[in-house]
Structures are given as structure tokens and as C-alpha cells.
């Protein structure tokens, strides 16, 4: 009886899907033993939704998918149009067996493998040149807003930069993954969504373009390489900072435990990233910051004078 009411209320859920049939809806599914999740998603306004039916109405629920004139995707598929939030909630839970799929190769660097990363990784370069990227963009002189919702405790440039890192960190394993995907840059924001006529990041490379000037996403394997440029890189960086002033913090990036990567960058967690091993001075804004880390020896954690929240690189799984 309990199931009969769990397929009649996932039932009742798919009825709004008439209204999506035109606003191009995607479905896809992850079948276990003895249950099937169901996922679809609006793919213009990537509104989710996703519900769990015992496999005997598996067939059910594919028929009305259908007849609501949505389209059935391969998961990998329906995961490259989720957004890193998205995909990292959609591996919680039940719905580990999908971390399988393309996606979940790598999200970011956990804080452990993040501090043994040998100078000679090419993961080292790319965090370099993020850090002078985010600093030749501003970030050592823009205004910071103290906040500390989900514990960052961000109250000071030299936290505001290792926020940023920490972000690029969870969003595209500093600058590599996820890159392009919906106009993205390495900070996980969408510059395509802030490039039109009059807003705030319009008439920069922020968002790599095709020689027909569209948005030129990332191929499967999420490693398009002209989001690596310095230019690319630059303005980026700026669009990062344009939004963290206009929207008066770093909200953008999410504020609740449900999605964005603040939720992994807390102060307890950033204050176990070695961020002055790997960059020295280049990882601080102010001078007090910048004669600690030129003390660092490689394998000595930086430890902060003042209460600085900053990072957590998310998971890996």
C-alpha cells in the first residue's frame, strides 16, 4: 500500500510536465534492484525535480514520461546540462551508483590530496595562475563584506582571495573540469547569463565563443583548453568580482547546506589547505599575510593570526 501512494504521488508530480513539454524537458533514470529514481529537468530554466518508485512501475512511469512529451537522455547526457550542485546533490544519498558516469571522474580536490600536490603538478600551475588572475582583477582592493553564513567567515581580502580559490577549487578542480559547460568559467559562475547588452560582465572573453559567436561548450571530457588563457582567465576573474560587488558578497555561490560551493569552503576547512606552501606570497593581499607566507617552508601549514574562514576543497569521490 505504502508504494501504491509513493507512484501515485510521483504520478501527481509529473502532471506539470504538460506545461514543460515546449520548454524542452530531459528525463533520465537510475534503475537499482528493487527501485528506480526518476530525474527530469527543465532544461531552460533547469528546474529539477526527481522522485524514487518501486521497478515494478518502472515501464508506468517511462510511458507517462513519454506521453507528457518530455525526451529520455542517457544520465550522462541529463548530468551535462545539471549544474555542479546539481550533479554533487544527484551523488548523495540512494543515487551513488550514477557516480559512475563521466561527471564524477573528478569534482575537485579533496583537502589531503590538495596539500601532497607535488610543485611540478600541472594542478600547481593552474592555482598559480587563478590566484594572478583573481589579484590582477581586483580582488586584493575591492570592499569585502563580512559574512559568515555556512561558517566562511570571510572578513578580509586575504580571505576573499582564498575563498575564490577554494571556489575555483569545488567548481572545476582549480580551472580544469566542468569548464564551459553552460558558459561557465573556473569560479563556477555563468558569465553567459551576466554577457548581454548593458550587464555586468557584457563585451568580455568571459564566455568562449565558436567562430559563429556562440557559446563554445566544453566537449565531453570538460577540458576546453581556451578557458585556460590568461585573457580568458582575467576576465573571468572580473565577472567574479562584478558579481560579489553588485550582489553585495558572495551569495552567488550559495548560502544554503542544499547547493553552491560555500557549503565546502568553510573557515575550519580552509584553514587546513595549504595555500601558503603552494603559493607563497602570491596567495595574500596584505603585507602582514605576505611576510608570514615568505617564512613557509614546503610541508608547513599557514596558520592565521585572525579568524579567517576560507576553504574546503569539496570531495572527491
Not at 513519454?66 to 550542485?85: F, I
Not at 582575467?234 to 568580482?241: E, G, P, S, V, Y
Amino acid at each position: 500500500m505504502k508504494n501504491l501512494i509513493k507512484l501515485l504521488s510521483f504520478l501527481s508530480l509529473l502532471l506539470p510536465l504538460t506545461l514543460w513539454a515546449k520548454a524542452n524537458v530531459i528525463c533520465s533514470y537510475d534503475e537499482r534492484e528493487t527501485e528506480t529514481t526518476f530525474f527530469c529537468m527543465n532544461k531552460e530554466t533547469k528546474k529539477p525535480m526527481d522522485y524514487t518508485v518501486p521497478s515494478i512501475a518502472h515501464k508506468s512511469v517511462l510511458d507517462d514520461i513519454s506521453a507528457n512529451g518530455a525526451r529520455l537522455v542517457k544520465m550522462d547526457e541529463y548530468l551535462a546540462e545539471a549544474s555542479p550542485y546539481m550533479v554533487l546533490d544527484l551523488a548523495e544519498g540512494p543515487n551513488k551508483s550514477i557516480r559512475s558516469c563521466w561527471m564524477f571522474e573528478k569534482i575537485a580536490f579533496t583537502v589531503d590530496q590538495f596539500n601532497d600536490l607535488p610543485p611540478s603538478d600541472p594542478a600547481i600551475d593552474r592555482l598559480k595562475s587563478l590566484a594572478q588572475a583573481m589579484k590582477d582583477a581586483g580582488v586584493c582592493k575591492v570592499q569585502v563584506h563580512n559574512e559568515n553564513y555556512l561558517n566562511i567567515g570571510v572578513t578580509n581580502n586575504d580571505e576573499l582571495l582564498h575563498q575564490f580559490l577554494c571556489i575555483a577549487n569545488n567548481e572545476s578542480t582549480l580551472g580544469k573540469d566542468n569548464i564551459g559547460i553552460g558558459g561557465r568559467g573556473p569560479w563556477g559562475i555563468n558569465p553567459i547569463h551576466n554577457n548581454k547588452r548593458e550587464s555586468l560582465c557584457y563585451g568580455t572573453q568571459a564566455v568562449v565563443r565558436d567562430a559563429n559567436g556562440n557559446e563554445d561548450k566544453a566537449d565531453k571530457k570538460r577540458n576546453n583548453r581556451r578557458y585556460m588563457t590568461d585573457a580568458v582567465r582575467l576576465d573571468n576573474a572580473k565577472c567574479a568580482l562584478k558579481l560579489y560587488e553588485a550582489n553585495n558578497g558572495l551569495r552567488d555561490w550559495g548560502k544554503t547546506k542544499k547547493w553552491g560551493s560555500n557549503r565546502h569552503c568553510s573557515k575550519t576547512t580552509r584553514d587546513r589547505l595549504q595555500f601558503m606552501k603552494h603559493l607563497g606570497p602570491l596567495g595574500c593581499c596584505s603585507q602582514a599575510c605576505m611576510a608570514r607566507a615568505s617564512k613557509v617552508k614546503g610541508g608547513m601549514t599557514y596558520t592565521p593570526t585572525t579568524q579567517n574562514p576560507l576553504m574546503s576543497l569539496a570531495r572527491n569521490p
